[in-house]
T-cell receptor
Framework: TQLLEQSPQFLSIQEGENLTVYCNSSSVFSSLQWYRQEPGEGPVLLVTVVTGGEVKKLKRLTFQFGDARKDSSLHITAAQPGDTGLYLCAAPRAGNMLTFGGGTRLMVKP | DTEVTQTPKHLVMGMTNKKSLKCEQHMGHRAMYWYKQKAKKPPELMFVYSYEKLSINESVPSRFSPECPNSSLLNLHLHALQPEDSALYLC??????????????FGSGTRLTVV
């Protein structure tokens, strides 16, 4: 059983559509991160959310941390082909090591 | 310099070969990590170095041998690998082992194929 469960695992949408990706856990976290990984590259940090209920915006991306700090969501407005990639949520586990969710593979078609 | 540089980008090796993966960062980060990523899966932690000392080994087989010669360099020595070890090997760094909240900086990885 993974510490962080992401859904959906795969999403294929048309350019201009909106989408939401979820990251859920039964554990409470002090904070949570979202990364994006493009093919042939390493993950790149998008955002860190720290406070329960916090909402952060990064251009067309909106990140929310659940009130109980057990879950998070990523909403993309008007998706573009450049948004294509693997989206990973991540949180610290024992020893402060970063562990990743299973990932959501997003494909945005022109 | 805000990058983690990994070499080589691609490596094909036989099961009897010995090879090394290299990772370098000049951000002054004192924690460095090796992750393994299989196709369509998230990265999985292998090793953690903190202040050039190995602090975590996630029960990785001994055919993988990490080395941290100094605070900027991290190597992964490979010997007698199996085909199932084929994967993308990612190096990452962070300010220190405890300050993960600033994020990890990842390299682009080495795509390893064992034949």
């Amino acid at each position: 059983t993974q510490l962080l469960e992401q859904s959906p695992q795969f999403l294929s949408i048309q350019e201009g559509e909106n989408l939401t990706v979820y990251c859920n856990s039964s554990s409470v976290f002090s904070s949570l991160q979202w990364y994006r990984q493009e093919p042939g590259e390493g993950p790149v940090l998008l955002v860190t959310v720290v406070t329960g209920g916090e909402v952060k915006k990064l251009k067309r991306l909106t990140f929310q941390f659940g009130d109980a700090r057990k879950d998070s969501s990523l909403h993309i407005t008007a998706a573009q082909p450049g948004d294509t990639g693997l989206y990973l949520c991540a949180a610290p586990r024992a020893g402060n090591m970063l562990t990743f969710g299973g990932g959501t593979r997003l494909m945005v078609k022109p | 310099d805000t990058e983690v540089t990994q070499t080589p980008k691609h490596l094909v090796m036989g099961m009897t070969n010995k090879k090394s993966l290299k990772c370098e960062q000049h951000m002054g980060h004192r924690a460095m990590y090796w992750y393994k990523q299989k196709a369509k899966k998230p990265p999985e932690l292998m090793f953690v170095y903190s202040y050039e000392k190995l602090s975590i080994n996630e029960s990785v087989p001994s055919r993988f041998s990490p080395e941290c010669p100094n605070s900027s360099l991290l190597n992964l020595h490979l010997h007698a690998l199996q085909p199932e070890d084929s994967a993308l090997y990612l190096c990452a760094s962070s300010q220190s082992r405890g300050t993960w909240s600033y994020g990890y900086t990842f390299g682009s990885g080495t795509r390893l194929t064992v034949v």
